[in-house]
């Protein structure tokens, strides 16, 4: 594991290659938690970034898609959470 987050800093998520929809997507906060999540994943294959707490000034979080379409931006949707993970089924 020691070589797994060269150059990155904690928190971070984390999330097996091919999963969609929040599937085994965590909030890793130090090294403990990121051994116990690999302990329990089947995966072998992550993608890691940096957590970016990007809740606004009500400590709310926002998920917002745009389209675009011939170059035109339409806004398609939104969704508000409490929770860093934005699904809009439970926003």
């Known amino acids: 594991m ?5 150059g990155a800093s904690m928190p971070i998520i984390i999330r097996p290659v091919a999963s ?3 599937q ?3 909030k890793i906060v130090d090294a403990d938690e990121l051994s116990a999540y690999l302990e329990g994943c089947q995966a072998r294959e992550f993608y ?3 957590f970016v707490d990007y809740s606004a000034a009500d400590g709310l979080f926002r ?10 931006p339409f806004a398609s949707h939104m969704a508000v959470s409490e929770h ?6 439970s926003a």
């Not at 020691?2 to 060269?6: A, E, Q, R, V, Y």
């Open 2 to 6: 020691g070589d797994l987050l060269i």
């Open 20 to 22: 969609h929809a929040g």
């Open 24 to 26: 085994d997507l965590s």
């Open 48 to 50: 890691i970034s940096q």
């Open 63 to 72: 998920k917002q898609r745009v389209a675009v379409i011939d170059g035109v």
């Open 84 to 89: 860093w993970m934005v699904h809009y089924l």
